[in-house]
């Protein structure tokens, strides 16, 4: 998307290149992904990130043809830019399962060139507080399996985007928002950068006692795809709902709220923050907030003009 520079007459290009949301299979059948797609298509929607783990496709490490075929046929069906959420239980630091995930990694690259995504979300790896033994090598070999998987995607043409997570057990061992910074920075591989979860970050930061804007901040120079969900930045702890809808009514925990219902300051944040070209704003918000979806696409397209001027101007 292109923005005119009125102050110098020239034009510039706006970081985020695309805005939508994510979409997986609530059954693992494609025929449930199908028609979730065929509804964010009807709503406007342009981009989509794929939860392909959600579905069979991987056996073993191993890319399952048939399934894949079948994906490939579907995913052809619409005009979407896709984009594509790795393992939700990917983990490069445990070396018990290191191996393992990076075997389905590299298979879910192969499905990415597939269907044509160019992006592949990794969560950052993490620890359980018994494993300490593990610690002193957890950080190293997370980055030695990054650059090897961004080695092997490079010639896919497929970005690597290590999110950061937050913490989901007392004791365990995960990198902060800015921690995940410094690995994508270590690891200085073109594939590979980082990807901003506000929300994740927002409870982390509540969590260690650490200033939300500054983790943000840290991350930003080195983001290239971004997850965008609204909450109230509390730790769940060991609080647990009866229903879904409990959590929002309490405001505690990972709520993947349509924008607005939260606390985080989204104009503030885009109009402060600069990204890497070419970045992607993923909205998590689900079907369970269908009704609200249209009007958060609204705002995000907002926020990308809004980011976009803020970009114009840090380039003059």
């Not at 709503?43 to 490939?72: H, N, P």
């Amino acid at each position: 998307m292109i923005h005119a520079s009125h102050s110098k007459g020239r034009q510039a290009m706006n970081n985020i290149i695309a805005a939508g949301f994510s979409s997986g299979s609530v059954d693992g059948e494609l025929e449930s992904l199908q028609g979730d797609l065929r509804r964010l298509s009807d709503l406007g929607v342009d981009t989509v990130e794929l939860g392909l783990t959600s579905v069979d496709l991987i056996a073993g490490g191993r890319v399952i043809k048939e399934r894949a075929e079948r994906l490939e046929a579907l995913t052809r069906e619409f005009a979407f830019r896709y984009t594509v959420h790795g393992l939700v239980s990917s983990n490069f630091m445990d070396p018990a399962i290191a191996g393992y995930q990076l075997e389905a990694a590299k298979a879910l690259v192969q499905i990415c060139d597939r269907i044509g995504a160019g992006v592949i979300v990794q969560h950052g790896g993490h620890l359980r507080g018994g494993q300490l033994f593990e610690r002193a090598e957890a950080n190293r070999r997370e980055r030695e399996a990054l650059f090897e998987l961004a080695e092997f995607a490079r010639p896919y043409g497929v970005r690597i985007a290590l999110e950061n997570i937050f913490s989901t057990e007392p004791g365990q061992y995960r990198q902060t928002p800015a921690e995940v910074a410094e690995t994508v920075k270590a690891v200085d591989h073109p594939n590979l950068v980082a990807l901003i979860d506000f929300s994740h970050a927002y409870i982390e930061s509540t969590y260690r006692g650490l200033n939300f804007r500054e983790q943000i901040r840290a991350m930003a120079p080195v983001a290239g795809h971004l997850h965008v969900h609204d909450s109230f930045g509390r730790p769940q702890a060991f609080y647990q709902a009866f229903y879904p809808q409990e959590a929002t009514a309490l405001g505690i925990g990972d709520l993947h709220m349509p924008l607005g219902w939260g606390d985080i300051e989204w104009e503030d944040l885009f109009s402060e923050l600069t990204f890497l070209p070419d970045t992607v704003l993923i909205m998590e918000i689900g079907p369970r907030y269908r009704n609200e979806q249209a009007e958060c696409l609204k705002r995000a397209q907002g926020l990308m003009l809004l980011n976009g001027g803020r970009t114009i101007a840090a380039a003059e």
